[in-house]
């Protein structure tokens, strides 16, 4: 078995069922909706909100994201072989196996996603809802809304750093199994989640808030990524060589090196961008000149392209890498 997971990938054995981008997008989503779980509740719980401390604000991303899973968990699903068995994840717990924590992780954050969702509805969609079970729920959900809000800052972050741990417990694959990996797609996922905040707010004070977070959530997500390539530059011989397909001008590596010449030139752009978004007067009062959006919605689009970017370099790449000897 540990000589069939280690020497089989795309290049030797085609035949064999291998992770596609629907695990890739599953992986984005997953950290997407993470990001947004954590960054709407920041929205929600910081100082200088500009609504009442008990009323949510920013209701729009809280309503996508369970949307945004249940999508990626779509994927998840097209990617099982056996799908018939899927009920089996939820017969049991493995304490030591990622994928089992994965599957009730996934599970258990929908509750809590819909409960935040539901406390931050508008009071103008209120009038529109007759008495009954899913107004009291609102009504219900509303008065938690702070505790709701702290609920899912925690759990976004954890399933941001759920869909690191996914592929770093692969051991027999050099590029994943390494302890950054959850930080990267951590990282990854909350400035996605605030770039999602940037193109879906309507208050021009919550979008420059996000510009400001983004552009530290950037410069970490540069720094984690280039530790990653560093330290497994470092390591031995097998670690090296499995980053070795980003840094390798062929045909047979071409598409892994274009993604790392697009992060590095994406990326970068972004922070600029944002850089000049913070430029001028920022009064809650102004009016945006189109400029002023285009640069708003463009560093968002570059960060969301970045983080999806990075997951399918790193899914596809990660299947090139075994250790040698052993295939």
């Known amino acids: 078995m540990e000589f069939t997971i280690t020497g089989a990938n795309a290049l030797t054995y085609p035949h064999l069922h291998i992770w596609d981008w629907r695990v890739a997008i599953y992986l984005f989503l997953g950290g997407l909706a993470g990001g947004c779980m954590s960054m709407a509740a920041v929205a929600n719980l910081r100082p200088g909100k500009d ?22 968990m779509g994927f998840l699903f097209l990617d099982l072989q056996v799908k018939e068995h899927m009920y089996r994840f939820y017969m049991t717990l493995q304490p030591l196996s990622p994928m089992s924590w994965g599957s009730w992780i996934l599970v258990l954050v929908f509750p809590a996603m819909i409960a935040f969702a539901l ?15 899913i107004r009291n729920l609102i009504i219900k959900a509303q008065n938690s809304m702070r505790p709701l809000a702290k609920l899912n800052f925690l ?11 996914l592929l770093s417990s692969f051991m027999a694959r050099p590029l994943w199994n390494s302890s950054i990996l959850p930080v990267l797609f951590l990282n990854s996922g909350m400035s996605t989640g605030a770039a999602t905040m ?47 397909p980003f840094f390798t001008l062929t045909s047979q590596y071409f598409p892994y090196f274009i ?7 994406v990326l970068p752009l972004a922070i600029i ?6 430029s001028g007067d920022h009064s ?44």
Do not use: H
């Open 51 to 72: 609504v009442p401390k008990n009323q949510a604000c920013c209701w729009r991303v809280p309503m996508m994201t369970p949307i945004i899973l249940a999508v990626g």
């Open 155 to 165: 759990l976004g972050i954890l399933l941001s750093i759920y869909t690191g741990i």
């Open 119 to 133: 406390s931050t509805v508008p009071e103008s969609a209120m009038d529109n809802l007759k008495d009954g079970m």
């Open 273 to 278: 961008l944002k850089f000049l978004e913070l």
């Open 198 to 244: 940037i193109l879906m707010a309507r208050r021009n004070s919550i979008k420059l808030f996000f510009t400001k977070v983004d552009i530290w959530l950037i410069f970490s997500e540069i720094t984690v990524l280039v530790l990653l390539y560093y330290g497994q530059f470092t390591s031995p011989e097998a670690s090296r060589e499995s980053i070795m």
């Open 284 to 327: 809650e009062n102004l009016e945006l000149t189109f400029k002023q959006k285009f640069e708003m919605n463009a560093s968002a689009v570059l960060v969301l392209l970045g983080g999806a970017i990075i997951r399918f370099a790193l899914v596809y790449a990660g299947q090139l890498s075994k250790f040698t000897g052993l295939s």
């Open 259 to 265: 993604s790392i010449l697009t992060l590095s030139i």
